[in-house]
């Protein structure tokens, strides 16, 4: 499963690309870009400034973002409890090789991560951190069930590359463990997920897009649980959904990723999903993209 090639991305971090499921990693113009944006600067971290909270890191990868999670806890004195799911050694592997991307970190963080790769945890005075090895969808079920987390980050491959991560029995698993007020950022703009996260009780926003790259509408998706309006500040990196991404959510691209077992092939998946858009009344995805003037290009899923 694990033949990964090198990629250097442009804002001159570097990443990975899966030859098995033929994807990078991150987003070629910047894999350090990527963490902060989307999913660093949607936590809205000075919140927890002096505090504790619980974090779920899913498909961890390199670390990139825990890493900058850590870094930004590190400077304001929180005090963490990390959980990660990885199916795959040889990312971390690659990471505490790489000189330039321990650089980009306080050296707690190299020191965090060779403890998590050889004794798969790491603990101190302020943080706590496990990684189960893996497949998320099994793994999931070790985490005490009291744990509640207040930040779920959700980084797999595409739904349509590795769509065991996105179904709606997997993410109902992932919801029942966010705090109220938690939030799941993914970078993912999907309907499928969008529309099964809403299915299962959240509120959900979008992060809003990167004006130097007009052709995102989105950069990923905040859910929610239990959405406290009053707390919802207009600085904040997400917002409502717009009419546009309301209406993709009426379209055959909003049928779920269905894995009733948790145990599915990739194939399975996918066909059972063709199999339900063939006989769905809902608006073809086609015609939607065609109201809004949109290319397949800007529609990233
Ligand atoms: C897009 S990459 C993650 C990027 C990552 N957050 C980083 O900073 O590098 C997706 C990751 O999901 C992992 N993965 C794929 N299928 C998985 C599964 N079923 N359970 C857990 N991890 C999985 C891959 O090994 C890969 O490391």
Known sequence: MSELKEVLTKDGS???????????????????EETKLKFTATSNLPRFKDKSLNVLDICFGLGYNSA???????KQNSLLNLYALEIDKKPLEYSLRNESFLKLWAPKV????ASLYRKDYFEDQFFKCSILWGDARKKINLIPSSIKFDLIYLDGFSPQKCPEVWTNEFLSKVTEKLNPQGYLITYSSSAAVRKTLRNLGLDIFTIKPNFNKRTFWSQGTVAISKFDKNKLKPNFNFEKLSLIEEEHLLTKASIPYRDQNLNSSKDDIIKRRLDEQ???NLLSTNEWREKWGLTKLSVKS
Request: proline share 0%; no cysteine.
């Open 14 to 32: 570097y990443s990975l690309r899966s030859v098995f499921f033929q994807e990078n990693f991150h987003s070629l113009s910047g894999a350090l």
């Open 278 to 280: 063939l006989f769905s």
């Open 68 to 74: 900058s999670l850590l870094e930004e806890l590190i």
């Open 110 to 113: 190299k020191k965090i991560f």
